[in-house]
C-alpha cells in the first residue's frame, strides 16, 4: 500500500469514526456537525472564486448554509414551520443590502455567487438533516446507494471503460463505469430492503429499482457538477480538510443531489 493510499485509508477511517456515532445519535448534536460542515462546503465554494470566508459577504453566505441546513423552528418556538427558509431569506436579503454599502465595488452579479453558493450547499445539507429527523435507515439507504454508484463505477470503469462520459468536465469517467456504477447501486438497494421493507412505502420493489436507478444518476451528476465548479476554477480539490480525500464537497456532493430527490418522491 503506497502512502497516498495509506492517508486516504487512516483519514477517511478517522472522518468516519467522526462521523457514525453522531448519525447514531442522532438530534442536535448530528444537526450541529452537518450545520458546521454546511458552513465548511460553503467557505470551500468562496475560497475558490477567491472570496475570503471572512469577509461580510462571506460570513453571510455561510450563516445562510447555517440557518437554512437547520431546522430552527424545533430550537426556536417563536418561528413558523418552515423557520429556516424564513431565516434564509433574512440573511440573503442581508446579503444583497451588501451591495447598497459598496457602490462600484460590489455588484448584483458579484453578490449572487455567495448566494447561489450558500443555497446549494444549505438545501443539501438541510434535506440530510431531515433524513435522519426521519430515521437513519433512509440516510443509510442514500449512503449505500452513492457508495455503491462510487465503487461499481470505478471498478467497472477500470476494467472495461473504453468509451468517455464528459471528457471534458472529469476525463476519467467512462460511459460503462456510469452503467456499472448504477447496476451497483440497485444490487446494494435490493438487498438493503430484503432487510427494511418498509422503506419503499407506496412503492413496489421494481419502482423502487427504477428510483433507485435515478438516484445512482443524480448521485453521479452531483460529482460532476461539483468537478465542472472545479475544473472552471482550476483547482484539484475543494479543500483540504480531509487529507487524501480533499475538502467538504469532495465527500458530499453526490449527497447534496441524491437527499432532495429522495424527499421529492416522499421516501422521508
Do not use: C
Not at 131 to 145: E, S
Not at 206 to 224: P, R
Amino acid at each position: 500500500m503506497n502512502k497516498d493510499l495509506q492517508k486516504r485509508v487512516v483519514f477517511g477511517a478517522l472522518a468516519l469514526v467522526i462521523f457514525i456515532p453522531l448519525l447514531v445519535m442522532g438530534g442536535v448534536p448530528f444537526q450541529l456537525l452537518i450545520g458546521l460542515l454546511a458552513m465548511i462546503g460553503t467557505a470551500e465554494l468562496l475560497k475558490m472564486n477567491r472570496l475570503s470566508p471572512s469577509s461580510i459577504e462571506g460570513v453571510l453566505a455561510m450563516l445562510a448554509a447555517l440557518v437554512l441546513t437547520l431546522p430552527l423552528e424545533n430550537y426556536l418556538s417563536f418561528l413558523p414551520t418552515d423557520g429556516n427558509y424564513t431565516a434564509y431569506a433574512i440573511v440573503v436579503l442581508l446579503l444583497l443590502s451588501s451591495v447598497v454599502f459598496q457602490i462600484g465595488q460590489y455588484s448584483y452579479s458579484d453578490v449572487v455567487y455567495p448566494i447561489a453558493s450558500s443555497l446549494y450547499v444549505g438545501f443539501g445539507f438541510h434535506q440530510l438533516v431531515s433524513a435522519r429527523m426521519d430515521g437513519i435507515n433512509t440516510v443509510l439507504f442514500a449512503l449505500f446507494i452513492v457508495w455503491a454508484t462510487d465503487i461499481g463505477a470505478y471498478m467497472i470503469g477500470r476494467q472495461i471503460g473504453r468509451r468517455k462520459l464528459m471528457p471534458r468536465v472529469s476525463p476519467n469517467k467512462t460511459l460503462e463505469g456510469s452503467l456499472g456504477g448504477i447496476l451497483s447501486a440497485v444490487v446494494v438497494a435490493a438487498i438493503f430492503l430484503l432487510f427494511d421493507k418498509q422503506l419503499a412505502g407506496q412503492y413496489s420493489f421494481l419502482e423502487m429499482m427504477g428510483l433507485v436507478a435515478l438516484f445512482s444518476i443524480f448521485a453521479q451528476f452531483g460529482d460532476l457538477v461539483e468537478s465542472a465548479i472545479k475544473r472552471h476554477f482550476g483547482v484539484k480539490d475543494s479543500g483540504k480538510l480531509i487529507p487524501g480525500h480533499g475538502g467538504i464537497l469532495d465527500r458530499f456532493d453526490s449527497l447534496i443531489f441524491v437527499f432532495p430527490l429522495m424527499h421529492f418522491f416522499g421516501l422521508f
